[in-house]
């Protein structure tokens, strides 16, 4: 199997292009499990597949978590997918991508950055608190799309000087909270300045800290913008990463419509000749 290694803001990503591969999808959470383990073998937080669009897109961007298990969308992979998508003249400068949580459009602005509307917010409740060990911490719950990608949003103040270790018990419990039915990919942020945003965020199949999340943002600007700490208008937000730059343009008591902006990287190219991968399939 061909493959691409990507990154955006270094979430980073396998590419595998199904349109050439014609490999059963059932394959995929396997191939996933295999290929994005860091010490066994290429390494990524998920495995992206390009495939056969069927409701009148580009192309569909099939995703999957490094556990194997099928991620809704991925904001930094969208804008990867879209850079190959248009290098591999699958489609123009801009693009049109089937997901599962719904259509997501791209736009190149130059031969690196990459532009996307994220999925529409489905469900935004401003007033969501979670209660770990008996401490009470304010939270709003978002989910994107439809069916949609499930984000917890938590303040958390000194964020940049946070134990590492005590925030990513916090973000595990958060995740796995039981008023979230689908789990929730957990958020920490602070505002640190106009318009701007430092975050962290704990990754549902993942389960640990990635170095950005572009849905994430999305999520953490949406209720940002709505509680008007943040003018939804080029929102820088910094992670471990890197920066992306959302907007969100709000109607009323709503967001009818969410952008990100940001960088790609292709780090390789190659051919997957992983033994393991061999012998499982």
């Not at 990463?241 to 780090?267: F, H, K, M, W």
Request: net charge negative.
């Amino acid at each position: 199997m061909k493959f691409w290694k990507m990154n955006g803001a270094g979430n980073d990503f396998v590419v595998l292009n199904n349109l050439e591969e014609h490999l059963p999808a059932e394959v995929f959470p396997q191939i996933a499990k295999t290929l994005c383990e860091r010490h066994m073998s290429i390494g990524a937080d998920g495995l992206m597949v390009i495939d056969t669009p069927t409701e009148g897109g580009d192309y569909k961007m099939r995703f999957y978590n490094s556990d194997g298990s099928i991620g809704e969308m991925c904001g930094n992979g969208a804008r990867c997918i879209c850079r190959y998508g248009y290098e591999n003249s699958l489609a123009g400068e801009m693009q049109t991508v089937e997901t599962t949580a719904g259509i997501v459009t791209g736009r190149r602005i130059d031969s690196r950055l990459y532009r996307i509307r994220l999925n529409d917010p489905s469900i935004v409740k401003l007033d969501a608190p979670v209660e770990v060990d008996g401490i009470r911490y304010p939270c709003a719950y978002v989910e994107l799309g439809n069916p949609g990608i499930p984000h917890a949003v938590v303040p958390y103040a000194n964020l940049r000087q946070a134990d590492e270790n005590d925030l990513r018990e916090l973000g595990r419990a958060i995740r796995w909270y039981h008023d979230f039915p689908k789990g929730a990919n957990v958020n920490f942020f602070e505002v640190t300045g106009e318009d701007t945003v430092f975050e962290r965020t704990f990754e549902r199949g993942v389960e640990d800290f990635t170095y950005a999340c572009g849905t994430g943002t999305g999520a953490v600007v949406t209720v940002l913008t709505l509680q008007g700490k943040v003018s939804g208008q080029g929102v820088r937000v910094n992670m471990t990463g890197g920066q992306l730059v959302i907007d969100a343009e709000r109607e009323n008591s709503r967001i009818a419509s969410l952008y990100l902006t940001g960088p790609t990287n292709i780090v390789c190219k190659g051919e997957v000749t992983d033994e393991e991968l061999r012998l499982a399939k």
